[in-house]
């Protein structure tokens, strides 16, 4: 092991060495035994680089000697001075990175700091995202929203986030956290919405590939879009289908697992258990949330979660997958602030928190390959409200593409993505049940990588159209974002 005080004796050993005038060959050992006879290194540490400079020596002498040339001593005293300078520094070097316990390194996922045995890693990551938007910042839902007297320009730090993560003790004891340090709130909010709040928080036990347990608080593994980052998406945001169907982070236990990785039978599964009362909070009754997932690789290759394939998939890869998810709460929807209700759902009281049973199904389709990238999602949820005795259906759909025109063309620049998203919303309307409101988005999209997802510029450009069944009007209205995500 290291020890004490070593890493900064090292070092002092290399800048003396360095900031010497040139030394001779012969002088260099008594450099050595002067540096331990003042303390600066340990015996030991004296005999290994001691040991070290002498077989450097011997290898040296022997290539001049099959090589016919004069030995050292015999060239010009800067050629000789100068390789013993080089050589000590590099025993230096090598000894202080072999004793030094931890290294530091910088990738896709920050700064990190593990261990030279491999057991112990933690990554830091910052993200950031800047975004105008005109003249909605969200989806439009109720005709009074495409109303002109809504409209406005903003300027927003839509995610300001803090990501570690990493394992401990084994590479198979993973864990991870992620704070939210500055959500969005409106201009007439309480300021407590803008507080800092830790959204994601999980330890996964994954020794086997078929089968791992994942506990803790996170976006459940339900269904594509909202699982895949807010920092790896095609557009600026998710689709208008989003609000309505996301499960989004709940606070329970997880099965998952892979199995016959690699053949065309290849499968990925999810079964959990959670509170159903959403992120950061514990359950008010005895009922749960039961999820359901599984993923169907079809060709034999696992697709991660993120869109757009900016990584340019070699081969052909795609997934088909299927979700369900029950549950009976006071909740009729979630979000990352945690349980709410839809509109025209009415928040229950304190004495009926379990008014509403809620059961859902998903069925994705994702496809990438050499810079082309497609996913879609069918929903269906029914909600059942058991003190009205009334049940309503809600339905969503939408699909998506992208692709890097590189790939045909080289006049296009291979930083360049250009996407389509169509998505249909059907849903309860706000101020009668028994009629619907139809919104469709039709939004097209443009992807400029300059580091793949974790520095990017992203445009969208949306038609957004609302037919509402109880005042029989159809209204629409277009809506134009423009975002910097920059993770460090």
Partial sequence: MLSPGFAARALCVLLFVLATPALAADRHQELLDALLENGSITQEQHDELSEEEERKAEEESAKRDSADLPPVGAGPDDEVDERVNEEIARAVERVLEREFPIKGSYGSKGFRLETRDGNWQTNLQWRFQFRLTHPYTGDPRQVANFNSSQERTSFDARRLRMKIGGHGYRPWLKYYFEIDLQPLRDADDSSARSSARVIDWRVDIAKFEKIALRLGQWKIDYNRERVDSSGRQQFVERSIVNRIFTIDRQVGVSLRGRLFAGTPADLRYYAGIFNGEGRGTSNDDNEL??????????????????????????????????????????????????????????????????????????????????????????????????????????????????????????????????????????????????????????????????WGHNNKITADWSYLTLDDDVLRRDVFDHRFRLQWDISF
């Avoid at 070699?314 to 349980?339: D, I, M, V, Y």
């Avoid at 009926?352 to 879609?376: M, P, Y």
């Avoid at 993505?417 to 039709?442: D, G, I, K, M, W």
């Fill in 289 to 450: 949330m039961y999820v359901g997932r599984i993923q169907w690789n079809f060709l034999g290759r696992d697709l991660a979660l993120r869109q757009t394939d900016v990584e340019r998939t070699e081969k052909p890869t795609g997934s088909l997958a299927f979700g369900a998810a029950q549950t009976r709460s006071r909740c009729t929807r979630w979000s990352s602030s945690g349980c709410g209700n839809l509109d025209g759902f009415a928040a229950p009281g304190a004495a009926n928190l379990r008014q509403f049973e809620t059961r859902q199904a998903v069925q994705e389709l994702a496809f990438k390959w050499q810079g082309f990238s497609f996913q879609q999602e069918w929903h269906w949820k029914r909600v059942e409200d058991k003190a009205m005795n009334t049940e309503n259906d809600l339905y969503g759909f939408y699909a998506q593409s992208g692709y890097f025109f590189h790939e045909l063309f080289e006049v296009v620049p291979e930083e360049l993505e250009l996407a389509f998203r169509y998505a249909f919303v059907r849903e309860p309307n706000a101020t009668s049940r028994n009629r619907s409101n139809e919104r469709q988005e039709f939004t097209l999209g443009a992807n400029w990588f300059f």
